[in-house]
């Protein structure tokens, strides 16, 4: 069951691509790609894992999904599409860009939807995360994400949106969603929001690929070399992020486990962002992490450089997690007092992270009872098992 359940997550995203592309409806492929999980569910245990699931999925979720249109009695033109894989017609052009899930990326981000809407849906139907993980992400109710998934799918239908494979002229204003959404997948696998793994390998694998990918297609964007940068930096750290079973933080991390080839990468592309002049959201964040694994101890890192770095992201991103990563360094720099003053200003009631700064922040300061109550916060805020045990570790160490 848990093979089935991981191979499905991992290759969830490429088999609704296919389908989109095949069939351009996204409501068939998701629906498609569910019966496909349904017939591994019931195959898989008796058979064994296939040599390509993959494959097996989507050609499942492919035979499928015309046995539905033709239950459904549409010989339109989604039937007719369905038909032509059996055909030697060509498919349709894939435009300038060749990738399906990075094309079905700069569809989902088609202005016509909102922003917030963009995201949301390209990380349901690329990342496979599912709709209390990116509630949790956006910190917003579980009912609100799925109610502006629905609308969003609905408003691409009415527009006819997925039919239209994006041209060369539509990628630099959908360029910025895209980058949002491979972030925000990237962040899932960096720190997974729901139960089972705590880090997401294959997510940060894809947005890694998916970030290579961009930077091929459009290789001049600063900004996307400034994503791809921020992604192999985090991804340079991962083996040394849970240890036993918990997180360990990067003050913690035995720095002898990082990957010095991803890093000398990530460290190389922020050079040459800064050689362009044209600052980021993203290229900003990279140069946070470049300071962070440049430095040979966490006693050694540049602490008024990664507040400066903050400064500057916030003129970018102003929002209350920005300020609170910034007050987290502004602690190592001033003091935890000062830090504690500009956490507890910021609405961020319900947010994980924002609990386990006050934790730490309250730990350190010795007010051990208010300490206990915000690790519990914490603990009732987070369904990461590593981060779980770390902070239960934590509070069990409290006096």
Avoid at 119 to 139: C, K, N, P, Y
Avoid at 160 to 167: G, I, T
Avoid at 364 to 382: H, I, N, P, Q, W
Wanted: net charge negative.
């Amino acid at each position: 069951m848990r093979a089935v359940e991981r191979v499905f997550r991992e290759e969830y995203g490429r088999v609704v691509a296919s389908l989109v592309r095949r069939f351009g409806d996204i409501d068939v492929a998701e629906e498609a790609a569910g019966e496909a999980l349904v017939a591994a569910l019931e195959k898989w245990p008796d058979t064994g894992v296939p040599p390509n699931p993959g494959g097996w999925l989507t050609t499942t979720a492919g035979n499928r999904a015309i046995d539905r249109l033709r239950r459904e009695g549409q010989r339109d033109a989604k039937h007719q599409a369905a038909v032509m894989v059996y055909d030697d017609t060509p498919h349709e052009p894939t435009g300038p860009v060749e990738d399906d899930r990075l094309r079905l990326l700069f569809t989902c981000c088609h202005p016509a939807l909102a922003p917030e809407a963009r995201v949301a849906l390209t990380l349901r139907l690329l990342g496979g995360l599912s709709v209390a993980e990116i509630a949790q992400a956006f910190l917003v109710p579980e009912t609100t994400m799925g109610q502006r998934i629905t609308r969003a799918k609905k408003k691409i239908a009415a527009a006819h949106v997925p039919y239209r494979v994006p041209a060369a002229a539509d990628l630099p204003e959908r360029l910025g969603g895209v980058l949002t959404v491979l972030f925000l997948i990237g962040n899932e696998g960096y720190l997974a929001s729901g139960e089972g793994a705590p880090l997401r390998t294959d997510l940060m694998d894809e947005a890694v690929r998916l970030a290579r990918q961009l930077r091929r297609l459009l290789p001049d964007e600063p900004e996307v070399a400034g994503l791809l940068a921020l992604l192999l930096l985090l991804e340079a750290r991962r083996d040394a992020r849970v240890r036993d079973g918990q997180l360990v933080t990067l003050a913690d991390q035995d720095r002898a486990g990082w990957d010095r080839a991803l890093i000398a990468e990530g460290h190389g592309l922020v050079r040459e962002c800064l050689a362009t002049g044209r600052p980021g959201r993203f290229q900003v964040l990279a140069a946070i992490n470049a300071v962070h694994t440049d430095a040979p101890s966490a006693q050694d890192t540049d602490w008024s450089q990664v507040v400066a770095l903050y400064d500057q992201l916030l003129r970018f991103d102003p929002s209350p997690v920005v300020a609170l990563n910034r007050a987290v360094a502004v602690a190592e720099l001033d003091g935890p007092e000062v830090a504690l003053a500009l956490v507890d200003r910021l609405p961020l009631e319900g947010y994980h992270a924002w609990y386990a700064a006050r934790a730490d922040l309250l730990r350190r300061l010795g007010r051990s009872g208010e300490a206990r109550d915000a690790y519990d916060a914490a603990l009732a805020a987070t369904r990461n098992s590593a981060e779980r045990a770390y902070l239960q570790r934590r509070r069990g160490e409290l006096v």
